[in-house]
């Protein structure tokens, strides 16, 4: 599977620069290549991004989550989204699941990774910050992590 010059750009430009709060990726079955469907403005909130998500379709997503560490200092992390919804055709899941590995390996900084199937396993509930390891995620991301290590975290 071809990815676009354009993801790369983008994803740069959101890793770097901060220019957006996220990028959803299609890939075009057609050409047999990954795209950038939509970028986030550094304004949008995480249900923005959610809301971008198609119920139906399998997507790529990048999201640059800035949190707070137990000691108050801001950081960020970016995660990288597999949007896989149970009700996509089993062709598209096909696609994506073998071509995320090599798409991941084109876009250089990702640090955390979900996988998710519906809407409930990317649920953000900002008043129910919970710790783990000197840092405060949200609960849906608590669930991925197995350790941090050297200020990375490692998913499992």
Not at 13 to 20: D, I, N, P, V
Not at 46 to 64: M, N, Q, S
Request: proline share 4%.
């Amino acid at each position: 599977m071809a990815v676009h010059d354009d993801c790369k750009l983008k994803f740069q430009e959101l890793k770097a620069k901060r220019t957006h709060r996220f990028i959803v990726f299609k890939i075009e079955e057609k050409q047999k290549q990954v795209i950038v469907e939509k970028l986030g403005e550094p304004t949008e909130s995480y249900e923005d991004f959610t809301k971008c998500l198609p119920a139906d379709e399998c997507r790529y997503a990048v999201y640059d989550f800035d949190f707070l560490t137990a000691e108050n200092v801001p950081k960020s992390r970016i995660f990288f989204i597999a949007w896989s919804p149970d009700t996509s055709r089993i062709r598209s899941k096909m696609i994506y699941a073998s071509s995320k590995d090599r798409f991941k390996r084109e876009l250089d900084g990702i640090q955390v990774e979900l996988q998710a199937t519906d809407p409930t396993e990317m649920g953000l509930d900002v008043s129910k910050w919970q710790n783990l390891d000197n840092y405060r995620f949200p609960s849906f991301a608590i669930k991925t992590f197995i350790s941090l290590d050297d200020d990375k975290p490692v998913v499992s």
